[in-house]
Antibody, heavy 120, light 106 residues
Framework: DVQLQESGPGLVKPSQSLSLTCTVTGYSITSDYAWNWIRQFPGNKLEWMGYISYSGSTSYNPSLKSRISITRDTSKNQFFLQLNSVTTEDTATYYCARITTAMSYAMDYWGQGTSVTVSS | DIQMTQTTSSLSASLGDRVTISCSAS??????LNWYQQKPDGTVKLLIYYTSSLHSGVPSRFSGSGSGTDYSLTISNLEPEDIATYYCQQYSKLLTFGAGTKLELK
């Protein structure tokens, strides 16, 4: 079965970079699909942040484009989120998920989410 | 960006009820509309994709419909495990989510 698991620091200082890892088991991230980051703010609003496709191409939410980078390590079947110059507004629960373009860009597998607080 | 509006933020229903949750888009989205369920522990599951296609393993009491700008998710016979928050998501331009509808027991 496909499983995704987020990991990374739970606390980041303002102006620093937020770095998270999504480890995928049960499916190779180079075989197909797009591998995404989504965040949920306090109050429960969901925001799609971006993805890296199976081929390595990326797509980002324009609202984040200057601060975000999604990369991968195919040998470890992991993909990563880096968000630069964070503020308290970036405090959220961060999810990784798989998108299937053949199904209306639906996210068919999600991680459990990891909470990140931006605070000094 | 296309804005997704779920006008009902919370909804109370009884076990066995038929429940309908609505979602509207700020412009037409050509049926590129998906529905998710989020449990209180944060677990998120895909229920419906492309307006009305049931995702694998999802009970048949869940169904979706709609077109143009207006879409809905229906639970035909509410079960205890359906108590959750439900989100719509579009992909016509970028990906955006509705604000969610929290389903509670009456």
């Amino acid at each position: 079965d496909v499983q995704l698991q987020e990991s990374g620091p739970g606390l980041v200082k303002p102006s620093q970079s937020l770095s998270l890892t999504c480890t995928v088991t049960g499916y190779s991230i180079t075989s197909d699909y797009a591998w995404n980051w989504i965040r949920q703010f306090p109050g429960n609003k969901l925001e799609w942040m971006g993805y890296i496709s199976y081929s390595g191409s990326t797509s980002y939410n324009p609202s984040l484009k200057s601060r975000i980078s999604i990369t991968r390590d195919t040998s470890k079947n992991q993909f990563f989120l880096q968000l630069n110059s964070v503020t308290t507004e970036d405090t959220a629960t961060y999810y990784c998920a798989r998108i299937t373009t053949a199904m209306s860009y639906a996210m068919d597998y999600w991680g459990q989410g990891t909470s990140v607080t931006v605070s000094s | 960006d296309i804005q997704m509006t779920q006008t009902t933020s919370s909804l109370s229903a009884s076990l066995g009820d038929r429940v309908t949750i609505s979602c509207s888009a700020s412009q037409g989205i050509s049926n590129y509309l998906n529905w998710y369920q989020q449990k209180p522990d944060g677990t998120v599951k895909l229920l419906i994709y492309y307006t009305s296609s049931l995702h694998s393993g999802v009970p048949s009491r869940f169904s979706g419909s709609g077109s143009g700008t207006d879409y809905s998710l229906t639970i035909s016979n509410l079960e205890p495990e359906d108590i959750a928050t439900y989100y719509c998501q579009q992909y016509s331009k970028l990906l955006t989510f509705g604000a969610g509808t929290k389903l509670e027991l009456k």
